[in-house]
């Protein structure tokens, strides 16, 4: 597919810039108008194109700081997560293609090392900037290399997970030569939450410290030339004073790493200062920045920081969000089916509550915690956290509903095994954005849930088909006669239902349902990709005069084997279809069933093929793995024009 090249006007000075050594060649004087051509830039294309917004405005001054003080790509740059990238991408060569930034073909909206040599490592998922940097930096002490910096760029949302810690201990025992930046905007996507968040704020709030660090850190500057034993003392002072005014050490210099900050992160020729200084100073060293997550942008200053950091398409005059209207009531999100259903369940069970890892908005509890706020619980970005936080809950007769997406589901998955399912300990998981999820690409897409829990003992794996089924098996994880760990799967986006707010009814645990009779081919389908099927079906029967078997199998553990026995025994040939990884999930599953069993139909199993996919419309995807309506009917047509099973076609010329 071809991507229209749509020109976007850079200003005077950055249209000059096509690298950072591009950028080398102003002086420092130039640089505010520099941040602020770069800030118009982004302002413009994302308006227009999409993507995440407020995080990259945000490091506009500290995006040009460092590839100015810095000599990328040699020195290693590592952004957490990614969102904030879109400078360091224009900056580094992409100004000319940042367009196709999130589209089809296009440019990642994330680092990406085979994109670009200053993508020093791929992210999308937060927290793991200063593990890869550190390990960047005992390469560079192994290889006798001694001139190379290493800088991990993480924000204080970021801060909170588990890794983070792990990685800033490891560094400071290792005395690496190792810069750490922490991009302390007080936001990831939700409000920042959390002891740390409060610590910071400390930090950065006390009039005193700041103005009495500014006098040490000019007097450790003139100190230099004096040697290591003034350092020495300056440093001691420094610390006296933090101990002092904050009543408590600084925490990242009891890693032993040595703290500069706070400082502005708007101030872009402070910032080089600053880096300058500090450039040199060997072993780990922290320096804190406040930015403001959306400066520059009035309406996104001003507004809901939440709706800011991806807000869509706008008018940038007006900061009107543009929506498309659609001609008639369109069904719900998933995500606010459950966020209504779990507070509707709430309401009739005192011991239902909610847990997310910093993800209330994306995936709706925050209508819960808006509801009954003292059993909602957002543990900030701490997956693993969140799972084990929900089987303590479990092991005292509460039921948590821990709503994780799938794709950061992947970082709790020992905590799954070890602490709930090991203990046969009733959490209910609801795994949000299932499946390919579109712009975001192969670190968000939902893919592997199927597979990874499926082969855990205890564990239920259910996957709804549309709005009501989501309601049911919600309803149902919650009864008494339910006593494991059950998972519920679902996709990012809308469901097919306009009237879907049904009284609950229970489904039996481990079986499917028939959707449609049919001849010769039947297809087994689990989660919303069953509409696909029942869209492909009805093109298949009303132009074709085909007809073909459907079966919604909702459980992919408990599997039904009576509705497998009954499929078998009647269909020459079934198809198995998910939108999920084509290795151990339902088609495995169904694999393994009929050699158990000793049955010799044919099987072809569709899913997402043994790669990772990359961005793009999610309809995109679909029809690229191959499993798009239109794909499903091409395969239908192919199979039935085969030789092999010619005797299946109907009067019908094809």
């Known amino acids: 597919m071809q991507i229209a090249n749509h020109l976007f006007k850079s200003g005077e000075k950055l249209s000059k810039i096509n690298s950072p050594d591009d950028l080398k060649t102003f002086s420092i004087e130039d640089l505010p108008e520099i941040s602020k051509e770069l800030r118009e830039f982004i302002i413009d294309v994302v308006s227009v194109k999409g993507g995440h917004f407020g995080a990259s405005l945000g490091v506009v001054e500290l ?100 890794m983070a810690f792990e990685a800033l201990n490891h560094a400071g025992h290792l005395n690496a030569n190792l810069l750490v930046i922490l991009n302390d905007n007080q936001m990831s996507i939700d409000p920042n939450v959390g002891a740390l968040k409060d610590y910071l704020l400390d930090i950065s709030t006390s009039y005193t410290y700041n103005k009495l660090k500014d006098e040490i850190w000019n007097w450790l500057g003139k100190l230099k030339k004096l040697g290591p034993i003034a350092q020495d003392i300056a440093s001691k002072v420094e610390n006296a004073i933090k101990v002092s005014l904050l009543k408590q050490s600084n925490l990242f210099e009891s890693l032993n790493f040595r ?91 005192p011991k239902i509550v909610g847990i997310t890892p910093a993800m209330p908005t994306g995936c709706s509890l925050n209508i819960m915690m808006k509801a009954m706020p003292e059993r909602a619980f957002d543990v900030g970005i701490a997956e693993q956290h969140a799972v084990t936080f929900s089987a303590g809950l479990a092991t005292q007769g509460y039921i948590p509903f821990c709503n994780i997406y799938s794709s950061f589901m992947q970082r709790a998955y020992d905590q799954v095994i070890h602490d709930v399912a090991l203990q046969k300990l009733k959490v209910i998981f609801c795994l949000d954005r299932g499946g390919l999820v579109g712009a975001d690409g192969p670190t968000h897409h939902g893919a592997f849930d199927l597979a990874y829990f499926r082969c855990i003992p205890n564990m239920i794996v259910s996957a709804p088909m549309n709005e009501i089924e989501l309601r049911n098996l919600m309803y149902t994880a919650t009864l008494d006669d339910v006593q494991q760990p059950f998972s519920i799967r679902y996709p990012r986006g809308n469901g097919v239902m306009v009237d879907w707010k049904k009284p609950f009814e229970k489904i039996e645990i481990g079986k499917g349902r028939k959707l449609k009779d049919g001849e010769k081919i039947c297809f087994l389908s689990i989660g919303h990709i069953g509409n696909f099927v029942t869209e492909a079906i009805k093109e298949l029967e009303e132009k074709y005069h085909l007809l073909i078997g459907h079966y919604d199998m909702r459980f992919l553990k408990p599997i039904d084997e009576e509705l497998l026995h009954e499929v078998m025994n009647k269909y020459p040939t079934i198809i198995t279809i998910e939108d999920g990884t084509i290795i151990g999930g339902l088609g495995s599953a169904v694999l393994e069933f009929m050699a158990d069993h000793k049955y010799k139909n044919d099987l072809i199993r569709m899913g997402v093929p043994d790669q990772f996919i990359e961005h793009g419309e999610p309809m995109e995807l679909y029809e690229e793995c191959g499993i798009s309506p239109n794909k499903i009917v091409e395969r239908v047509l192919e199979l039935i024009n085969t030789s092999a099973i010619s005797s299946i076609k109907t009067s019908v010329k094809l």
């Open 259 to 349: 703290y500069f900050g706070p400082v502005d992160g708007h101030d872009v020729v402070r910032l080089v200062q600053v880096l300058n200084d500090i450039k040199h100073i060997q072993g780990p060293k922290l320096l804190h920045v406040l930015p403001k997550k959306g400066k520059g942008y009035k309406f996104s200053e001003e507004g809901d920081e939440t709706l800011w950091h991806a807000p869509g398409l706008f008018n940038k005059e007006t900061g009107e969000l543009i929506k498309i209207v659609p001609p008639q009531k369109q069904p719900p999100k998933y995500q606010d089916v459950f966020g209504y259903t779990i507070v509707e369940l709430a309401e009739k069970n």
């Open 63 to 162: 995006t040009v700081a460092l590839h100015y003080v810095f000599n990328t790509p040699y020195d290693l740059l590592v952004w957490d997560v990614g969102h904030q990238a879109y400078g360091h991408k224009i900056l580094t060569g992409r100004r000319d293609v940042f367009h196709t930034n999130r589209k089809y073909k296009g440019i990642s909206g994330f680092p990406k090392r085979s994109e670009s040599i200053y993508d020093t490592f791929g992210v999308g998922h937060s927290s793991t900037s200063i593990g890869a940097a550190l390990g960047m930096s005992v390469a560079s002490q192994l290889s006798g290399i001694k001139d190379k910096h290493h800088i991990a760029v993480i924000g204080d949302g970021a801060m909170t997970a588990g």
